[in-house]
Protein backbone atom coordinates (compact mmCIF):
# COMPACT_ATOMS: atom_id res chain seq x y z
CA UNK A 1 0.00 0.00 0.00
CA UNK A 2 1.32 3.55 -0.83
CA UNK A 3 -0.55 6.37 0.88
CA UNK A 4 0.17 9.67 -0.61
CA UNK A 5 -1.30 12.97 0.09
CA UNK A 6 -1.52 16.51 -2.66
CA UNK A 7 -1.95 19.66 -1.19
CA UNK A 8 -0.85 23.15 -2.18
CA UNK A 9 2.59 24.50 -0.49
CA UNK A 10 1.58 26.83 2.40
CA UNK A 11 3.63 29.43 4.13
CA UNK A 12 5.49 28.02 7.44
CA UNK A 13 2.12 25.94 7.95
CA UNK A 14 0.29 24.76 11.50
CA UNK A 15 1.28 21.50 12.72
CA UNK A 16 -1.96 19.36 10.98
CA UNK A 17 -0.04 20.14 7.35
CA UNK A 18 2.73 18.26 8.98
CA UNK A 19 0.86 15.53 10.68
CA UNK A 20 -0.71 14.88 7.37
CA UNK A 21 2.93 14.83 5.62
CA UNK A 22 4.10 12.31 8.25
CA UNK A 23 1.04 10.03 7.70
CA UNK A 24 1.85 9.21 4.07
CA UNK A 25 4.54 7.36 2.16
CA UNK A 26 5.21 10.42 -0.13
CA UNK A 27 3.60 13.85 -0.11
CA UNK A 28 2.67 16.07 -3.55
CA UNK A 29 2.91 19.80 -3.63
CA UNK A 30 0.55 21.07 -6.13
CA UNK A 31 1.87 24.54 -6.85
CA UNK A 32 0.49 23.96 -10.86
CA UNK A 33 -2.75 25.75 -9.80
CA UNK A 34 -4.64 29.14 -8.88
CA UNK A 35 -2.70 31.08 -6.25
CA UNK A 36 -5.73 32.57 -3.88
CA UNK A 37 -4.83 35.65 -2.43
CA UNK A 38 -5.83 35.96 1.59
CA UNK A 39 -4.82 32.40 1.62
CA UNK A 40 -2.53 30.10 3.64
CA UNK A 41 -0.07 30.28 0.45
CA UNK A 42 1.63 33.53 1.32
CA UNK A 43 0.80 33.80 5.07
CA UNK A 44 0.67 32.48 8.47
CA UNK A 45 -0.37 33.39 12.02
CA UNK A 46 1.85 33.64 14.96
CA UNK A 47 0.94 34.41 19.03
CA UNK A 48 1.26 37.97 20.24
CA UNK A 49 0.35 39.67 23.11
CA UNK A 50 -1.99 41.28 20.87
CA UNK A 51 -3.84 37.86 19.77
CA UNK A 52 -2.32 35.71 16.57
CA UNK A 53 -1.71 38.29 13.87
CA UNK A 54 -0.42 37.49 10.38
CA UNK A 55 3.42 37.02 8.88
CA UNK A 56 1.99 37.59 5.52
CA UNK A 57 4.69 37.71 1.97
CA UNK A 58 3.99 40.18 0.05
CA UNK A 59 3.80 38.60 -3.63
CA UNK A 60 2.96 40.00 -7.05
CA UNK A 61 -0.80 39.81 -8.36
CA UNK A 62 -1.18 40.17 -12.38
CA UNK A 63 -4.95 40.91 -11.86
CA UNK A 64 -7.46 38.59 -13.28
CA UNK A 65 -5.04 36.87 -15.51
CA UNK A 66 -4.85 32.62 -14.54
CA UNK A 67 -1.76 32.67 -11.96
CA UNK A 68 -0.21 29.46 -11.02
CA UNK A 69 1.53 29.51 -7.41
CA UNK A 70 4.77 27.92 -8.58
CA UNK A 71 4.93 31.34 -10.94
CA UNK A 72 3.83 33.67 -7.88
CA UNK A 73 6.91 36.12 -7.00
CA UNK A 74 8.03 38.25 -4.11
CA UNK A 75 6.98 41.65 -4.40
CA UNK A 76 9.36 43.26 -1.63
CA UNK A 77 12.81 41.49 -0.46
CA UNK A 78 12.11 43.07 2.94
CA UNK A 79 9.64 40.80 4.16
CA UNK A 80 12.52 38.45 5.03
CA UNK A 81 14.33 40.68 7.53
CA UNK A 82 10.64 41.93 8.61
CA UNK A 83 9.02 38.62 9.38
CA UNK A 84 12.39 37.14 11.01
CA UNK A 85 12.02 40.86 13.37
CA UNK A 86 8.43 40.04 14.74
CA UNK A 87 9.14 35.83 15.15
CA UNK A 88 12.07 37.23 17.75
CA UNK A 89 10.45 39.78 18.68
CA UNK A 90 7.21 37.31 19.67
CA UNK A 91 9.40 33.93 20.50
CA UNK A 92 12.55 35.22 22.08
CA UNK A 93 11.81 34.15 25.10
CA UNK A 94 10.23 31.11 24.74
CA UNK A 95 11.92 27.97 26.25
CA UNK A 96 13.78 26.50 22.64
CA UNK A 97 13.47 29.57 20.73
CA UNK A 98 17.66 29.53 21.53
CA UNK A 99 18.06 25.84 20.16
CA UNK A 100 16.57 26.25 16.72
CA UNK A 101 17.13 30.25 16.41
CA UNK A 102 20.00 29.34 14.03
CA UNK A 103 17.79 26.89 11.87
CA UNK A 104 15.34 29.88 10.88
CA UNK A 105 17.65 32.49 11.05
CA UNK A 106 19.03 30.75 8.57
CA UNK A 107 15.90 30.15 6.10
CA UNK A 108 14.63 33.46 6.84
CA UNK A 109 17.86 35.58 5.81
CA UNK A 110 19.95 33.34 4.36
CA UNK A 111 18.01 32.93 1.26
CA UNK A 112 17.27 35.17 -1.71
CA UNK A 113 14.44 33.14 -3.27
CA UNK A 114 12.34 35.24 -5.25
CA UNK A 115 9.24 32.33 -6.45
CA UNK A 116 6.82 31.49 -3.23
CA UNK A 117 7.10 28.00 -4.26
CA UNK A 118 10.62 27.38 -3.44
CA UNK A 119 10.25 29.96 -0.35
CA UNK A 120 7.65 27.53 0.95
CA UNK A 121 9.34 24.38 -0.03
CA UNK A 122 12.27 25.31 2.16
CA UNK A 123 10.22 26.30 4.95
CA UNK A 124 8.34 23.20 4.66
CA UNK A 125 12.05 20.73 4.06
CA UNK A 126 13.18 22.90 7.03
CA UNK A 127 10.62 21.80 9.65
CA UNK A 128 10.11 18.87 8.65
CA UNK A 129 13.78 17.39 9.30
CA UNK A 130 13.56 19.57 12.86
CA UNK A 131 10.49 17.11 13.42
CA UNK A 132 11.72 13.81 11.74
CA UNK A 133 9.74 13.55 9.32
CA UNK A 134 11.29 11.92 6.52
CA UNK A 135 8.15 11.66 4.43
CA UNK A 136 9.66 11.85 0.15
CA UNK A 137 8.50 15.53 -0.90
CA UNK A 138 7.92 15.70 -4.48
CA UNK A 139 6.30 18.53 -6.81
CA UNK A 140 3.91 18.11 -9.16
CA UNK A 141 5.34 18.32 -12.35
CA UNK A 142 7.39 15.33 -11.75
CA UNK A 143 4.16 13.40 -12.90
CA UNK A 144 1.85 13.28 -15.83
CA UNK A 145 -1.55 14.58 -14.64
CA UNK A 146 -4.40 16.27 -16.58
CA UNK A 147 -7.97 17.27 -15.84
CA UNK A 148 -9.99 19.14 -13.64
CA UNK A 149 -9.58 19.02 -9.48
CA UNK A 150 -10.37 14.99 -8.86
CA UNK A 151 -8.84 13.66 -11.99
CA UNK A 152 -5.95 15.57 -11.97
CA UNK A 153 -5.80 14.21 -8.26
CA UNK A 154 -6.50 10.58 -9.66
CA UNK A 155 -4.27 10.77 -12.17
CA UNK A 156 -1.16 12.29 -10.09
CA UNK A 157 -2.24 9.17 -7.76
CA UNK A 158 -1.87 6.65 -10.81
CA UNK A 159 1.52 8.42 -11.61
CA UNK A 160 2.94 7.99 -8.40
CA UNK A 161 1.77 4.51 -7.95
CA UNK A 162 -0.25 5.65 -5.11
CA UNK A 163 -3.54 2.91 -4.10
CA UNK A 164 -4.76 5.19 -1.15
CA UNK A 165 -5.40 9.13 -1.49
CA UNK A 166 -5.58 10.92 2.35
CA UNK A 167 -7.35 14.03 1.31
CA UNK A 168 -7.95 16.91 3.79
CA UNK A 169 -11.51 17.32 5.30
CA UNK A 170 -12.74 20.40 3.33
CA UNK A 171 -12.07 18.93 -0.22
CA UNK A 172 -15.50 17.04 1.14
CA UNK A 173 -17.45 19.84 -0.79
CA UNK A 174 -16.18 19.10 -4.21
CA UNK A 175 -14.65 16.17 -4.87
CA UNK A 176 -16.28 13.34 -7.18
CA UNK A 177 -15.02 10.20 -5.25
CA UNK A 178 -16.74 8.01 -7.73
CA UNK A 179 -13.42 9.12 -9.49
CA UNK A 180 -11.06 7.38 -7.55
CA UNK A 181 -13.45 4.06 -7.27
CA UNK A 182 -13.13 3.76 -10.49
CA UNK A 183 -9.44 4.15 -10.86
CA UNK A 184 -8.90 1.58 -7.72
CA UNK A 185 -7.92 4.05 -5.38
CA UNK A 186 -8.88 3.65 -1.67
CA UNK A 187 -9.97 7.81 -0.24
CA UNK A 188 -9.17 8.65 2.98
CA UNK A 189 -10.30 11.86 4.75
CA UNK A 190 -7.55 13.31 7.32
CA UNK A 191 -9.06 14.32 10.71
CA UNK A 192 -7.43 17.22 12.35
CA UNK A 193 -9.16 16.53 15.47
CA UNK A 194 -8.17 15.90 19.09
CA UNK A 195 -4.68 17.40 19.05
CA UNK A 196 -3.50 17.91 22.66
CA UNK A 197 -2.60 21.42 23.89
CA UNK A 198 0.80 22.36 24.56
CA UNK A 199 2.15 25.48 26.79
CA UNK A 200 1.49 28.52 24.95
CA UNK A 201 2.23 32.01 25.45
CA UNK A 202 -1.30 34.74 25.19
CA UNK A 203 -3.94 32.50 26.24
CA UNK A 204 -6.37 31.51 25.40
CA UNK A 205 -4.84 28.43 23.33
CA UNK A 206 -5.04 28.57 20.05
CA UNK A 207 -4.28 25.50 17.45
CA UNK A 208 -4.32 27.09 14.21
CA UNK A 209 -0.77 29.19 14.18
CA UNK A 210 2.19 28.22 12.37
CA UNK A 211 3.99 25.41 13.65
CA UNK A 212 7.11 27.87 14.56
CA UNK A 213 4.83 28.07 18.14
CA UNK A 214 4.91 24.97 18.62
CA UNK A 215 8.55 23.90 17.86
CA UNK A 216 10.01 27.02 20.35
CA UNK A 217 7.32 25.94 22.77
CA UNK A 218 8.45 22.37 23.09
CA UNK A 219 11.33 21.71 21.06
CA UNK A 220 12.51 17.78 20.89
CA UNK A 221 8.67 17.59 22.11
CA UNK A 222 7.15 18.90 19.35
CA UNK A 223 6.40 15.45 17.82
CA UNK A 224 4.88 14.50 20.73
CA UNK A 225 1.94 17.02 20.07
CA UNK A 226 0.93 15.41 16.81
CA UNK A 227 -0.30 12.62 18.15
CA UNK A 228 -4.12 12.94 18.47
CA UNK A 229 -6.33 12.21 21.05
Same mark, same amino acid.
Given at each position: MKRVAIVQSNYIP???YFDLIRSVDEFILL?????TKRDWRNRNKIKTPAGAVWLTIPVLVKGRYFQKISETEVSDPEWRADHWRSIVAHYSK?????????? *????YLGSHDVLLSAINRRFIETICAV???ATPIRDSTEYASHGDKT??????????GA???ISGPAARAYMQEELFCEAGIALEYFDYAGYPEYPQFHPPFDHAVS????? *?????????FLKRA
Open positions: WKGDEVQFAPFFPMFRKT *FEQCLGIERLVRLCQSANVYILDLI *FQTGPDAPA
